[in-house]
Every structure is written in C-alpha cells, then in structure tokens.
C-alpha cells in the first residue's frame, strides 16, 4: 500500500524553527530520491529539496542555507529540518518522490501534507 504520512507543521513565529517529517512506505522509500514541496494559497506546488538514495542532496535557492533535508533509511523517513522561518515560508508541506511523483492507479499520489504557518 502506497502512504506518505508528512507531520510537524504548526505555527511558528519569524525566524523559529520546525522539524518536518514524513513516513513513507517501503515501495516508495528504498531506492528512491525523495523530495519535500510546499504549496501556498494561490500558487502551484513546488520543490523545496530533494535527497537521493545516497544521501546526496539540492535545493531551491528560496531555501538554501536554512533548510535541511535527509533521510533515515531505516525508518523509511525523511525530514527537512526549517531555520529562519520567513512569513512567506507559509504553505502546506508534502513529500514525495522525485523528480516524479508517485502515481497510483494512473494518477499523482499525494499525503494530506503538514501547514506550516510563519507568523507573529
């Protein structure tokens, strides 16, 4: 069965930190470079980070130098640990596959996601 569980939002004031984390099941962890989007009220979802089977890692310039992203095979887990939360870091959070996502019965799968919300 395919799942991706994404947990850790919350609100969070300017310049605080969160933990993301995401539980993904073994058919779409093992092997497979993982990625964390976000999308915000209005705009189209995109890629914050992604991290290979490896360990190797990317990210977007909007986040590069305060998020982290890795992963802990064994827990079929990955995380994107946020520093210096920024109003505009306001989104829904989702993992996924990358650079594909995951597609079940012909279509994207996506998890229910995880609100960050950076405000004062």
């Known amino acids: 069965q395919v799942q991706l569980v994404e947990s850790g939002g919350g609100l969070v004031q300017p310049g605080g930190s969160l933990r993301l984390s995401c539980a993904a099941s073994?058919?779409?962890?093992?092997?497979?470079?993982m990625g964390w989007y976000r999308q915000a009220p209005g705009k189209q979802r995109e890629l914050l980070a992604y991290?290979?089977?490896?360990?190797?890692?990317n990210y977007a310039d909007s986040v590069k130098g305060r998020f982290t992203i890795s992963r802990d095979n064994a827990k079929n887990t990955v995380y994107l640990q946020m520093n210096s939360l920024k109003p505009e870091d306001t989104a829904v959070y989702y993992c996924n596959t990358n650079p594909v996502p995951v597609r079940v019965r012909g279509s994207d799968y996506w998890g229910q996601g995880t609100q960050v919300t950076v405000s004062s």
């Open positions: 073994g058919s779409i962890f093992s092997g497979y470079t």
């Open positions: 991290i290979t089977s490896g360990g190797r890692t």
